[in-house]
Structures are given as C-alpha cells and as structure tokens.
C-alpha cells in the first residue's frame, strides 16, 4: 500500500505543481508568508481542507463552541480521499474563501487546521503491499504553486525547522492514530465496503467528541467492556484522552484489533444466545425432517394400496 498526505490534507492535486524531489529533515528550502507578499491570503481559497478530530477539537475551544454548533456553522460533510469513511471539511464562503481569513490574515491562526500548517511541506507514508505493521518509508515533498510567491523569499529553514515552526510535530503526533485508521481502509481498497454502523461510529469519534462521550457513559458501553478506572477517569475529564480511546476503540470496531476486552459475563450471556439461538433452529429441523418423514410414510402407504387395487 502506498499513501500520502498531500490530497488528505487540501494540497493541490496537480503533480505539476510537486517539485519532483525527496526531502529530508534536514534539507533546506526557501519561504516565507507573510502580510508583504502579493499572494498573502491567496492559498486560503478554493480547497479542501479536511479537519481531523484534533483540528476539530482545537477549534472549538478557540472558539467557545460545540462540536455541533462548529459542524453546521463551518463545514460540510465529505468522504476522506480513496475511502467510504466519512468525515467533514471547512464550508468555503460564496466566493470561495475560508470563513476564518480576512483580508488582514487568518483569524484563526494560533488554532489553525493541520492542512495549513503543512504547506508548502507534505508528508507522504509509503508501506508496501503485506507490510501492515511495519515502519513506513517516510520523506517529504514540496508543493511550488504558480500563484505563491513565498518561494521567492530569502528566509531559508531545514524542513525540521519549518516543522517545528508551523507546530507540526505536535499535529503529527495527535493525527497519527487516526490517518494509520484511515490508511488501514484505504489498504483493503473498495472490494470490502463499511457498514453503515461502522461509517457513523467513524463519523461521531472522528467530529463530536461530545457525542461519543456521551456513548461511552451512557449507553451500555461501560457494561459491556473492561475500561479501568485510571482510564475512566482521564476519558471524563480530558478531551485529548478521550479522542485517543476514540481511535482504540475504532481500531477494534472496525478492523478487529484486540484493543478494548469485553466482559466475560457479556460473553457468555453472547454464547448462550448463539447455543438457545441453535436450539431453537435444531427443534425446527426436528419438526421438518419429522414432517418429512411422515409425508414420506404417507405416501408410500398410498403406493402400497395402490399396488393392492
């Protein structure tokens, strides 16, 4: 399977515009955007900019409002590129633009989506085929636009410098879990298909914390599985915590890793309902195969009298 990030995170799809280079660390590029170059703002208009769980979180506490208020006020629904999981990216404004830019820059900034904090600098994850698991070949990429003139800036960073600027790193490592969720559907390819439950259980973790805490505490999700109280206690009470058991509890739902344990009387209460459920349908096999051979006697005494005629 192979994977990158420039799609995932509203980068222009044109190859042309992907400098045709591998980049380290600690290689060196040239840019800078600010307020004096002539296509200040000019990035923030006509794309998609998918927001992750953390873009989604931090947002709402920037802005003082409910995952639900943010979903309906600033984004619109969509599927992640190459997959069937939904999720949600920023509403454009009737011309185009990011409701949160101005004239003046992003209001937004200090807060702002992870797809802007990467460019021009994309990531891509390569893994190959039946290597699930296994470390992924990483290196980075630059998109040049013909629109953006920060390329023509002398500040000159190493990509490790411009990462650490941008506040990257800390993106890179709440995203993680979720895009490896994300590159994991994307390996099975569109011969399986996600259930309609699994699609809106990805959906509710992936935008509304509120909602999933409300359905870990209360519905039977706590009777159900074996969640400690040291756990409890940190899902209740920190938002990041309980986006990172989001992601594990996913990865069992969806894909069946061995992440949360069921309770053993959830268990056994399951297996007696598998055994009453045979029961049931061996008593009707009893009842049809009695049937059966009743018809059959039947029959075979009316060919008896038959032959006696």
């Known amino acids: 399977m192979a994977d990158t990030s420039s799609n995932m995170f509203g980068y222009d799809?044109?190859?042309s515009n992907i400098i045709p280079t591998k980049y380290t660390l600690d290689s060196k590029i040239k840019f800078r955007c600010h307020p004096g170059v002539s296509c200040f703002t000019a990035c923030c208009g006509n794309i998609d900019i998918i927001?992750?769980?953390?873009d989604i979180l931090r947002l709402r506490r920037l802005l003082n409002i409910t995952s639900d208020e943010l979903l309906l006020r600033y984004t619109t629904p969509t599927y992640i590129e190459k997959t069937d999981m939904p999720g949600v990216k920023?509403?454009?404004d009737e011309e185009g633009r990011c409701p949160f830019v101005t004239d003046q820059g992003c209001t937004i900034y200090e807060e702002r989506p992870s797809a802007c904090r990467y460019y021009p600098v994309g990531m891509a994850n390569f893994h190959q085929a039946g290597d699930e698991g296994a470390d992924a070949e990483k290196f980075f990429f630059v998109v040049k636009e013909p629109h953006c003139k920060g390329h023509e800036e002398d500040k000159e960073w190493t990509i490790r410098e411009w990462?650490?600027?941008?506040g990257v790193d800390l993106c890179d490592e709440m995203n993680n879990e979720w895009m490896q969720l994300v590159m994991r559907r994307k390996s099975y390819g569109f011969q399986a298909n996600l259930s309609e439950q699994g699609q809106k259980m990805f959906f509710m973790v992936s935008t509304n914390l509120e909602k999933f805490k409300s359905?870990?505490?209360e519905s039977s999700f706590l009777d159900t599985y074996e969640i400690d109280d040291e756990t409890l206690e940190k899902i209740k009470n920190d938002d990041v915590e309980l986006m990172f058991f989001g992601f594990t509890y996913l990865a069992g739902a969806?894909?069946?890793?061995?992440?949360?344990?069921i309770k053993k009387e959830k268990i056994q209460a399951k297996v007696q309902?598998?055994?009453?459920?045979?029961?049931?349908?061996?008593k009707e096999a009893e009842k049809v195969y009695e049937q059966l051979v009743a018809d059959r006697d039947a029959l075979m005494q009316e060919l008896q009298s038959d032959n006696k005629k």
């Open 13 to 15: 799809k044109n190859p």
């Open 51 to 54: 927001l992750t769980p953390f």
């Open 90 to 92: 920023i509403l454009l």
């Open 163 to 166: 990462r650490a600027d941008q």
């Open 215 to 217: 359905f870990v505490f």
């Open 254 to 261: 969806l894909f069946g890793a061995k992440t949360l344990k």
């Open 273 to 282: 309902e598998i055994k009453a459920s045979q029961g049931d349908r061996e």
